[in-house]
């Protein structure tokens, strides 16, 4: 008995890291496999339809850059809602954090014109964060105190960010001219491309880093979301985020204050979102206007499901996402399947990540029928 | 004939073997206690019988006939009836809906009311079961509860009923009616078996006794062929010091000072109601009181959790009134909560991260925000040695352990940082006799060292063997006051209860005789 209990502690990590892994897994195979069944049934070619999918996502430098781009702002969002998911909080205001954190630099970049590069985009970076930290900031205190629903704030407050930015891109903000959008931020506010950071002799001997629209912004979302694992894993906010998460009664017990524990976790998301707004704005559109973001505060939530809320499992979740959308396109050029089609298949890895449930099921009973065959 | 034979079960866990070649014979019309510690392998048992595992090896007969039993829906049709320690009752159903949920008779999905009804007074009287059938579940005691499930069990033709630790739950008045309707359920010819930790128990109802422990039977015996101390011995292996032993205390100094403390509940209510006491360094002062006279408030109040609205509260000389939980910790209060499940642990932490929970901002396992893993798994290993906590390692998580061992990592984690004055609310409630004596010794340990130690338990028999002075809280207030050896069972029983009423001194005397008229 001794002998089997010490095997445990190996046995059990291999199990643990193989059902954080697993399950996530095998929901995409399963998303994609009944993807193919309802293409099937519409009379599409599945096969050629995801090797198009692929083409468009992975097919090329370009094509990873497209993916990269696209996975960009979802890495941040995705850090953002699964830092609140660990103190226990759905922040599903996301996007209105973005939306924040996009203004904010739109406006500073160009105000502020003149800063050389490298004092710039920090500046920028950091103002973003506050100001998605801010706009967190009043849902974080009204759950604290009066405990008003997270969800509920958070989504008014999105309201509010989107049509504020609405008003401006039309009002105060607006650049001159027809179309309803900020001035365009200096190149001295821009995060550039990756490919223009390498010379022209470089790129022909390694033509993997012409990675098209890929910009700094990937960068800069991998190395939030290191931080974020850092401090998750080795820092006492990150041992309290995670304690109030899971047991807020014995967190207090234990003296640490679940108030200012929550206040803190919902700015903290708050800034990563707000971040990506910056990354998006600073990146790819350089202005801010209306539609500048396609929901990736909403995805960011899927994204947070998929990577089971863990800071580096974010990264392949969003890049998931990121070639599902890079993909579309081509997939409808070429096996002339609707685009539309990836939002059901988008849809169909959120419910099974979801309904996690049932999956474990599945594994579980075939698990119990071998151990009965055996028996 | 037997009705219920067990041959050689086996039951593999993922690295465990909870039960190895078990067998059980359970004859017509006696009740078997299944005794043995948490994580014996009891509970395992028994759901292998009632078909919510399947056992790895072994057979099951009933009526001496071999049967696979896969569903509990399969052990309800062979007369296998099993009331779990959670009751699985839809609260805002009647009893008599209940009851007959699943199998209700009638016609055409149209229940027959009336003669579910009669089934089930029927049944109900036959056994001495009273109940009120059209009562709500949410509207019953945990007693009453536990008599619906076991009501439930007869309705579908139970012969066999196992009661998987059914006393837990209840008050002493509660477990004697369940054990007289189990007794008069084995006079009308059913077989009961009942699994439990509590030895005075097994002493009292069952007509043999099957020991188990680490999944093996170890023993069987009879109530007159055995005592407390020798059962003790065969669950845990070893002897077992019932009794505890302890020299006179000497006050060193006082570590906590209450003075005229008022606290408010949930609902802002006065639960404690000017309280003064003092407890010294090497002295364990127990507050000995009926569930909910304020005792709860009280800790909270000294430990950090909850601000008293009057009064004060001195540590050492420092004020602690109004401490929040982490300055409390910070002063030298360690606090062993009574629900440990909500209070005392992260259940998906591992060992580790509960073990330093609260000492987490403390060099050696933090500075300046940044932990050092090392030092707290050096931390665990060592405590998890220390206070001999049964686990493969630290990865585990809380959730994994057993009560007892749970409890030991709350009582390692809390003691382990040296406080000043030890907070212990019901630190043995659900634990076995082994785990009990351990946590004894652990405060016992706390008091020669010249801590301070603040118990409160609602077993007199604890209170009785731990305490150099008890007080007796009643309605928020301390009625009386005794040293060690001046009181019995009886006395605190009397006092805890209101009895003491008129011997209040001060002003707190007519205000109560008020209350006590007002009462009445």
């Not at chain 2, 005075?200 to 023993?219: A, K, T, Y």
């Amino acid at each position: 008995m001794s002998e089997s209990r010490e095997t445990l502690p190996a046995h059990r990590a291999w199990m643990t890291v193989a059902q954080k892994v697993g399950t996530p897994i095998a929901s995409v195979i399963l998303a994609i496999g009944i993807g193919s069944v309802i293409m099937w049934a519409s009379g599409y070619d599945p096969v050629a339809a995801f090797a198009a999918l692929f083409k468009g996502s992975f097919g090329g430098p370009k094509q990873i850059g497209d993916t990269l781009l696209r996975s960009t702002p979802l890495i941040l969002t995705g850090l953002s809602v699964a830092y609140g998911f660990r103190a226990g909080l759905f922040n599903i205001g996301a996007e209105g954090q973005l939306f924040m954190g996009g203004l904010v630099v739109a406006w500073l970049g160009v105000a502020l014109t003149g800063l050389p590069w490298v004092v710039m985009v920090p500046l920028l970076v950091v103002a973003a964060m506050l100001a998605g930290a801010a706009w967190a900031f009043v849902p974080a205190i009204l759950k604290a105190r009066i405990g008003a629903h997270e969800v509920i704030t958070t989504m008014m407050f999105t309201y509010i960010g989107r049509y504020i930015v609405s008003w401006l891109v039309v009002g105060p903000l607006k650049a001159p001219g027809q179309i309803p959008q900020t001035d365009a931020l200096p190149i001295g506010s821009q995060l550039p491309r990756i490919q223009t950071l390498f010379s022209e002799a470089t790129l022909e001997a390694l033509p993997f880093l012409k990675l098209g629209r890929a910009h700094l912004g990937i960068v800069v979302a991998v190395i939030a979301a290191l931080v974020v694992w850092f401090i998750l894993k080795y820092t006492t906010l990150g041992y309290e985020n995670r304690a109030v998460g899971f047991n807020p009664w014995a967190s207090e017990t234990g003296g640490i204050s679940v108030q200012w524990t929550t206040v803190k976790a919902l700015c903290i998301s708050g800034a990563l979102a707000g971040l990506a707004g910056a990354v998006e704005v600073m990146g790819v559109h350089h202005r801010i206007f209306d539609q500048f973001s396609s929901g990736f505060g909403f995805t960011g939530i899927a994204v947070a499901l998929l990577a089971k809320n863990h800071p580096l499992g974010v990264i392949p979740a969003a890049i998931l996402f990121g070639a599902l959308s890079a993909g579309a396109g081509t997939m409808q050029l070429e096996a002339h399947v609707p685009q539309k089609i990836i939002l059901i298949i988008q849809a169909l890895v959120i419910f099974l990540v979801a309904a996690e449930e049932i999956v474990t099921w599945f594994i579980k009973r075939r698990q119990k029928e071998a151990l009965s065959h055996v028996g | 004939m037997p009705v219920l034979e067990l041959r050689e079960i086996t039951k593999v866990f993922p690295g465990v073997v909870a039960n190895d070649r078990v067998s059980l014979v359970l004859e017509r019309g006696e009740i078997v206690a299944l005794l043995g510690e948490n994580g014996a392998g009891k509970s395992t048992l028994m759901n292998v019988v009632y078909g919510l595992l399947s056992s790895d090896g072994g057979q099951v007969l009933v009526d001496d006939k071999p049967v696979k039993i896969k569903s509990p829906r399969q052990a309800i049709d062979l007369g296998i009836g099993m009331v779990h320690q959670h009751f699985m009752l839809v609260e805002p159903l009647t009893v008599t809906e209940n009851i007959v949920l699943g199998r209700e008779p009638g016609r055409f999905g149209v229940i027959d009311f009336t003669t579910a009804h009669k089934k089930v007074q029927e049944i109900a009287t036959r056994y001495g079961l009273k109940v009120d059938p059209d009562a709500r579940i949410m509207d019953l005691s945990v007693g009453m509860q536990q008599r619906v499930e076991i009501l439930k069990a007869l309705y579908q033709g139970a012969r066999v009923l196992i009661l998987d630790e059914p006393t837990a739950v209840l008050t002493p008045q509660e477990a004697k009616e369940l054990f007289s309707v189990v007794r008069s359920l084995v006079d009308e010819g059913l077989s009961v078996v009942f699994i439990t930790h509590k030895l005075e128990e097994v002493m009292s109802v069952s007509d043999r006794i099957i020991v188990m422990r680490d999944g093996r039977v170890v023993g069987e015996t009879k109530p007159s062929e055995t005592d407390d101390v020798g059962l003790a011995r065969m669950m845990v292996g070893r002897d077992v010091v019932l009794s505890v032993e302890k020299g006179p205390s000497e006050c060193a100094a006082e570590v906590l000072e209450v003075t005229d403390l008022h606290v408010k509940d949930d609902r802002g209510l006065e639960a404690v109601r000017g309280v003064s006491f003092t407890v010294c360094g090497g002295e364990i002062v127990a507050l000995a009181g009926v569930s909910g006279n304020g005792q709860s408030e009280l800790i909270e109040a000294i430990v950090g959790l909850r601000r008293p609205v009057g009064g004060r509260l001195m540590l050492k000389g420092v004020d602690i009134t109004h401490a929040s939980a982490r300055v409390s910790i910070e002063a030298g209060v360690s606090h062993i909560p009574e629900d440990r499940h909500r209070r005392g642990l992260v259940l998906e932490f591992d060992l580790a991260e509960n073990l330093i929970l609260g000492d987490h901002r403390m060099p050696p396992y933090a500075t300046r925000g940044i932990m050092h893993p090392s030092a707290v798994t050096a931390t665990a290993e060592k405590r998890i040695a220390d206070y001999d906590i049964r686990t493969p390692s630290w990865h585990v998580l809380a959730s994994n352990l057993s009560g007892g061992n749970q409890q030991k990592v709350v009582v390692a984690r809390e003691i382990g940082r040296n406080p000043e004055l030890l907070v212990a609310a019901q630190p043995t409630r659900g634990l076995d006799v082994g785990a009990i004596e351990f946590v004894h010794r652990q405060i016992l340990k706390e008091r020669e060292s010249g801590k301070a130690v603040l118990l409160v338990s609602l077993e007199l028999e604890e209170v009785l063997s731990l305490a150099d002075r008890i007080l007796v809280i009643y309605e928020g207030r301390i009625v009386r006051e005794f040293t060690a050896g001046e009181a019995d069972e009886e006395t605190l029983g009397y006092f805890m209860t209101g009895g003491g009423g008129t011997k209040l001194e001060d002003e707190g005397r007519t205000e109560h005789a008020e209350m006590a008229e007002g009462d009445a």
